[in-house]
């Protein structure tokens, strides 16, 4: 059994993998943690599933997060991590300026676009921040675009505006609200729709050849990918497959 661990800015995700199957799914906050809390957190949630990794990967985009966790991991699968960085074979070419520029949840989410749906493939991640990004007909990772977070956005609106307060982040009637709630909830959703379609068309018409499959992921994927008419998939769980298949690629 493998531990899987996607280390966001603001959610940590976290999966047990054996062989295609997906045992169990942990979500919790990215916090300051120690390596000894964070093996407690990350032992308390998987014993109760009865599970009992034996190996484990890491991507992570915090730094001091990826420190600690280097030393806790081992803590609970008992061998070091793979963790998606320099060095670490991933299968895929990097054709950017600086390829040491690409976060580690970019990477392993296009592993597992080109392994589960094929290339040429487009990946949106909604986290943080939405991230779209193109790997190529030759699974060549060629880069993309990074806009605001859905969370970000909407909690910037609230700080910087005097009458409006923060509202539910759901899908409302309609585009056309009839209530504050609703127009807030219609310019959050409807609107990052709009982006994101906006940004696939621009990256479809800078590629040659078929028109790549569109895979949403990330935590606000099933809020705002339905409403987007470019997304072909959702798979919430796209980073941790990657991070399962760049882990087979370096043991």
Not at 76 to 103: Q, Y
Not at 170 to 177: C, I, K, N, R, W
Request: aromatic content about 4%; proline content about 4%; overall charge negative.
């Amino acid at each position: 059994m493998l531990l899987v661990v996607d280390v966001g800015n603001t959610g940590t995700v976290m999966g047990v993998v054996e062989g295609d199957r997906m045992l169990g799914r942990w979500e919790v906050m990215t916090a300051d943690r120690t390596a000894d809390e964070w093996a407690l957190v990350i032992r308390s949630m998987i014993r109760q599933s009865g599970l009992v990794p034996t190996a484990a990967a890491l991507a992570s985009v915090v730094p001091d997060a990826t420190r600690v966790l280097r030393a806790a991991l081992p803590q609970v699968c008992g061998s070091e991590p793979v963790v998606v960085g320099a060095g670490v074979k991933t299968g895929m070419a990097i054709d950017l300026d600086n390829a040491r520029e690409v976060g580690a949840d970019r990477v392993a989410g296009a592993v597992g676009a080109v392994d589960r749906y094929g290339a040429p493939v487009i990946t949106v991640d909604f986290g943080t921040a939405t991230t779209i990004d193109l790997i190529d007909s030759d699974a060549h990772f060629r880069g993309g675009a990074i806009a605001v977070g859905v969370k970000i956005a909407a909690e910037a609106l609230v700080r910087s505006t005097s009458a409006l307060r923060r509202v539910e982040l759901s899908t409302p009637a309609g585009p056309v609200g009839k209530s504050t709630v609703e127009a807030v909830q219609s310019g959050t959703v409807f609107g990052f729709a709009g982006l994101v379609d906006g940004l696939v068309g621009r990256f479809f018409e800078a590629t040659e050849g078929p028109a790549p499959k569109v895979i949403a992921t990330g935590g606000f994927a099933q809020l705002v990918a339905p409403h987007c008419a470019t997304v072909d998939v959702i798979d919430v769980d796209l980073t941790l497959w990657g991070l399962a298949l760049i882990h087979r690629r370096n043991t």
